[in-house]
């Protein structure tokens, strides 16, 4: 049983930094793609971030490129999310997910694995 658990969120001001963690149990992940994805209030989840974990390369939604960084440890089996110059728009709950496969997508569908997500509040 796979089993993906966020954890790092909480409330921060707007311009700070927060870093989220996903912790992945059940099976190694060293092929595979995972992301970020998040999903505020009234609106659709989103796509955030992605890491093929194999190559390393990474894929970012364009209004957080260059404040967000997605990276992982394949020793811990875990996938992160740093976050900085945090602003309000980036408040949502935040979602890891993993592929089966080791190709990045950006869709929602295209996910096998989620976790139970972590709240990420940035007042202004």
């Known amino acids: 049983q796979v089993q993906l658990v966020e954890s790092g969120g909480g409330l921060v001001q707007a311009g700070g930094s927060l870093r989220l963690s996903c912790a992945a149990s059940g099976r190694t992940f060293s092929s595979n793609a995972m992301g970020w994805f998040r999903q505020a209030p009234g609106k659709e989840r989103e796509f955030v971030a992605a890491?093929?974990?194999?190559?390393?390369?990474?894929y970012y939604k364009e209004s957080v490129q260059g404040r967000f960084t997605i990276s992982r440890d394949d020793a811990k089996n875990t996938v992160y999310l740093q976050m900085n110059s945090l602003k309000p728009e980036d408040t949502a709950v935040y979602y890891c997910?993993?592929?089966?496969?080791?190709?990045?997508?950006?869709?929602?569908?295209?996910?096998?694995?989620w976790g139970q997500g972590t709240q990420v509040t940035v007042s202004s």
């Open positions: 997910a993993a592929r089966r496969t080791t190709l990045v997508v950006t869709s929602i569908s295209g996910y096998d694995y």
């Open positions: 890491v093929n974990w194999s190559s390393g390369r990474t």
